[in-house]
């Protein structure tokens, strides 16, 4: 696709519901990234996968945020159980190859808000 | 644990001045620090990138220095415009890519 595509863009749940967030990278991407980003916050780092393997998921809050990215294209970030702290914008980036070999691509974001 | 300081307040600039945002890092040295722009209710935009060997880069009217041995980094945008005004975040990192909280610019007419 042009540009890395996340859904769906708003996701209103209630306390307790579990739910889940989509991202497609830009296609033949290695690298793909979840954030975090309360307002007026930068970006928190969540996790990290080169092709299918999490290389670094030390960033998830807790036991349970879940992501997986099995095929090393499309991945999903699993929020189970959730509470309103995980109120929140969740980005999703992707890089041609490790991201020392330059930018992240970011996708819109899907805005949670837990009531 | 890793840290990235950018300024918290908002920066005023007067239309046609130059904008000087400040990023600060500690307990890192990263091989390369990353610069990006982001708008309210959109994801972040790639601006520049510079490497730890290199002590200053420039595209267009943006120019950013990396000084190692301070833990710096200066974004500046030269001729400010009202369409430069948004939200600036530093980078740093080579496979955990980290991000500072930002620092918000308005570019006054």
């Known amino acids: 696709g042009a540009g890395v595509s996340q859904s769906p863009r708003y996701k209103v749940a209630k306390r307790g519901q579990d739910v889940a967030l989509r991202c497609d990278p830009i296609?033949?991407?290695?690298?793909l990234f979840w954030y975090q980003q309360a307002l007026g916050q930068g970006p928190e780092f969540l996790t990290y996968?080169?092709?299918?393997?999490?290389?670094?998921k030390s960033g998830l809050p807790s036991d349970r945020f879940f992501a997986e990215r099995p095929e090393g294209s499309v991945s999903t970030l699993k929020i189970q159980r959730t509470q309103q702290e995980d109120s929140a914008v969740y980005l999703c980036a992707s890089s041609p190859g490790r991201p020392v070999t330059g930018e992240l691509f970011f996708g819109e974001g899907s805005r949670l808000t837990v009531l | 644990s890793q840290k990235i300081e950018q300024n918290s307040e908002a920066l005023n600039i007067q239309e046609g001045k130059t904008a000087t945002l400040t990023c600060n890092y500690t307990n890192y040295s990263p091989a390369y620090l990353q610069w990006y722009r982001q708008d309210p209710g959109r994801g972040p935009v790639f601006l520049l990138l510079i490497r730890e060997n290199e002590k200053e880069k420039r595209k267009e009217r943006l120019k950013v220095t990396f000084d190692t041995t301070l833990k710096q980094s200066l974004f500046h945008i030269t001729a400010s415009q009202p369409a430069d005004s948004a939200t600036y975040l530093c980078?740093?990192?080579?496979?955990?890519?980290?991000f500072g909280k930002g620092t918000r610019l308005h570019i006054l007419p």
């Open positions: 980078a740093l990192g080579d496979d955990k890519i980290i």
């Open positions: 996968f080169q092709n299918e393997a999490q290389l670094d």
């Open positions: 296609s033949g991407h290695v690298s």
